[in-house]
Each structure stands twice: as structure tokens, then as C-alpha cells.
């Protein structure tokens, strides 16, 4: 009898062990900022380029704030310090960007998606580091998805012929060539990217191909593959190939990369790019969606 209590009080520690271990993993939302910045970077809890910081945006919400001004690459460590923070363990990420913010997010997944990550305490410092959990390391991210509010992965024509700020290192960055060559796009480590095309384009947005949001066209913030854009539209413009949804060649036969799927195209032409500081634009629709599914 007494070994049988053993046996049984055994697998008990073992059972709540396990529960605890479940109990204590934990979701988190982040938000990955585009060109211009706004946030105080390394306060997760600032959300400035996007919005009220009280307007639900997805569960624990995390704003990844960089300066949205200098390159990609000197940059991104300030991505991977939160993804370390808050994507390793136990605990795992929604991750929404925006505009530049996708060519970040490509490029950190591309470039360090397969490397060994320290596994940490999702308890963040002022310079948005995060202490050592104690339990060694892992390969990557514990990322669900990514969600892209008018993404510039594939970069935009207003970089190419500088009608953004040209001294800017990121605008060098944001040239249509050098966005696609810049890494692998197709190697996200099997994250999936979901996006959200707008199309209220204005006028001086003739200089971006086929439908855009007034300043990345359809061709990046829909994933489209190719070491340069191209023109791609909504069904009711017959003046060039469409952007299809989902994973689908587009009209023409082209093909989006690797993990990339369209969820929203704007065949309305009813958003734009931008918040305006109140989480607007195309940027409402993915948080709406963020609230929906990151749960």
C-alpha cells in the first residue's frame, strides 16, 4: 500500500509539474514600427507611432520600437532583443509590423531565424533587454504568424527617385533593387506572413506601379516576388495584372515568395498608409484582425 502511494504521489508531482510549466507560458503581441519612428525605443509600453496605447491591439501587446531612420541592418538588433524577450521558452509571439517594419522582420527571420537564441525572462530592462530564464538555449523564434500592414519588403518607387528624404540610411534601404536583394525573402523559417494592400493611392503616388496606398505599391505590400516591382491592380482595373489573394500566382503569372499570403486587397481603394497616430489606414485593419486571432 505504501508503495502504491509512492507510485501515485510520484505521478502526481510530475502532473502538476507539467500544469505549471503550462500555466506559466505566456502570448504576446508585438508591434513592429515603419520609417519615421515615434516610439521611445527600448519601452515596450510606448506606442506612440501607432496609436492610444489603450486601444486593444492583440493580447500583452509590445511596441518594438526602432528609430525608423536609420539601416536595416545596424538597427535589428533591436528587434531580436524582443523577440528574445518575449518568443523564446515557453511564451510565444503575433507579430504585426508595418511598412518598413516588414523589410525588418524579413530581414531578422531570414538572417537570424535559424540561429541559437538565449532562452529569457520576458522581464525587460530600459534598454529593452530581457534577463537569461535560466534553461538554456533554443534554435529561433516561438513566432505563430506575422501579420503586415502595407508592407515594404519589395521596397517602394518613392525611394527610387528620392521623393522621401534621401540622406536617410533607411531610404537607401527602401530602393525597390536593393529591399529585394537584401536577403532571402523566400526563407522566413516556415513563418507565415499575412498582408494587408491598400489602395488609396493620391496623386502623387503615380510615380509607385498599379494600385498603391500612397506610398508602397501592390507589388511589395503584396509580396510579390522579382528583383524589381512591378504594376499589379484590383480585378475591376483592367489596365494591368491583378494581385491575387491568398497564395495564389498573381494574373500574369507571377509569384508571391515563399510564406506570404494576401488576406486583405483593397478593392474599394478605401485606406491609405498611414495611422495618423490613431491606429488608421491599413494599419486598422490588421489591428482589428490582431485582436480577433491574437489571443
Request: hydrophobic share 40%; glycine share 12%; net charge neutral.
Amino acid at each position: 500500500m505504501a508503495k502504491l502511494f509512492r507510485i501515485f504521489a510520484a505521478l502526481l508531482f510530475v502532473s502538476l509539474s507539467a500544469m505549471s510549466s503550462i500555466a506559466s507560458a505566456t502570448n504576446y503581441t508585438l508591434w513592429v514600427n515603419g520609417r519615421g519612428g515615434g516610439g521611445v525605443v527600448g519601452d515596450y509600453t510606448s506606442f506612440t507611432y501607432w496609436g492610444p496605447s489603450a486601444t486593444a491591439a492583440g493580447i500583452n501587446k509590445k511596441a518594438v520600437n526602432w528609430d525608423g531612420y536609420n539601416s536595416i541592418a545596424s538597427q535589428n538588433g533591436k528587434i531580436r532583443d524582443a523577440l528574445d524577450c518575449f518568443c523564446t521558452g515557453s511564451n510565444w509571439c503575433y507579430v504585426a509590423t508595418h511598412s518598413a517594419g516588414d523589410l525588418m522582420m524579413g530581414y531578422t527571420l531570414a538572417n537570424y531565424g535559424g540561429s541559437a537564441r538565449t532562452k529569457k525572462n520576458a522581464v525587460a530592462n530600459a534598454s529593452g533587454q530581457c534577463g537569461d530564464a535560466g534553461s538554456g538555449t533554443q534554435v529561433g523564434w516561438n513566432i505563430k504568424w506575422v501579420r503586415t500592414a502595407a508592407g515594404a519588403g519589395g521596397g517602394s518607387e518613392l525611394s527610387d527617385v528620392g521623393s522621401w528624404a534621401v540622406s536617410e540610411p533607411l531610404v537607401k534601404d527602401l530602393k525597390t533593387t536593393t529591399a529585394r536583394a537584401m536577403y532571402n525573402h523566400n526563407d522566413t523559417h516556415n513563418v507565415w506572413f499575412y498582408m494587408y494592400a491598400g489602395a488609396k493611392g493620391t496623386v502623387y503616388s503615380a510615380i509607385l506601379p498599379g494600385q498603391d496606398d500612397e506610398a508602397v505599391a501592390y507589388h511589395s505590400s503584396g509580396g510579390v516576388s522579382g528583383s524589381s516591382g512591378a504594376a499589379f491592380c484590383n480585378p475591376s482595373d483592367w489596365f494591368c495584372n491583378d494581385l491575387t489573394l491568398g497564395t495564389a500566382a498573381n494574373e500574369g503569372g507571377s509569384v508571391k515568395w515563399s510564406y506570404h499570403s494576401v488576406s486583405f486587397r483593397d478593392d474599394a481603394e478605401a485606406y491609405n498608409h498611414y495611422s495618423n497616430s490613431n491606429w488608421q489606414g491599413v494599419i486598422s485593419l490588421v489591428r482589428a484582425d490582431m485582436v480577433s486571432n491574437a489571443i
